[in-house]
């Protein structure tokens, strides 16, 4: 009798522990999908920051800067990339200090949840994405998403219509403050070959030429003042 009570308890302790070592396995399990999604959301982090920031538009024309000044290697990318980010930061100063006040601060003293935090932030960036999306990229989205409610109702706007509208917006706008800023140096440059051409110097690279004497009218005008504030002037403050 004493040996069916041992061996009773036998099979109850190895159950047991088979059933410890199941809820092991299932706990290291959740760990690892858990690490592997929050590697995956900080790996597109920096893509979404940048597009859901001032950082698209501002780098783009920056670049068609340095594009138009036939200069393609001044400043070097680094330069570029520091000076967009610091206007990006400038840009959206008003916005991190309203989502740090309205989300944040009551996050961290208990006054919200996780999840209503970040609908409090997430209300606050979509104020400044719709105002800065063109109406029409915003219709385009939510028709192709099949969203059923107003386009000018900004706080119905779900992030997959937002977003992609905003992006598709500032390249657009980008695009169009870089045509301008070509205008000018493109009248430089047919000015230097129409003079090459008139005096037969055909083997002389107009570029050659034209480079410098862009370089001095855009020092004289003060470009990088002139393209800076109006890039950040071009964007429509919130709040």
Known sequence: MS??????????????????????????????????VLLTVLSLLPAVLISITSFTRIVIVLSFVRRALSVNELPPNPVIIGLALFLTTFVMAPVGERI?????????????????????????????????????????????????????????????????????????????????????????????????LSMGMFMLPPVMISTPFKILVFVLVDGWHLVCHSVVSSFIPVG
């Open 3 to 36: 040996e069916l009570v041992s061996n009773a308890e036998a099979q109850a302790d190895d159950a047991a522990a088979l059933e410890g070592e199941g809820a092991a396995e299932e706990g290291r399990l959740s760990t690892a999908i858990e690490i592997a």
């Open 100 to 196: 740090y006040e309205q989300a944040y601060q009551p996050y961290k003293a208990g006054q919200l949840e996780s999840g209503a935090a970040a609908e409090v932030a997430w209300t606050e960036m979509r104020s400044f994405l719709v105002a800065n999306t063109r109406e029409s990229e915003l219709a385009l989205f939510a028709e192709m998403s099949k969203f059923e409610g107003e386009v000018d109702e900004a706080g119905e706007l779900p992030f997959s219509v937002v977003v992609p509208a905003f992006v598709l917006s500032e390249l657009k706008t980008a695009f169009q403050m870089g045509f301008l800023l070509f205008l000018p140096f493109l009248v430089i440059d047919l000015v230097v070959s129409s003079i090459l």
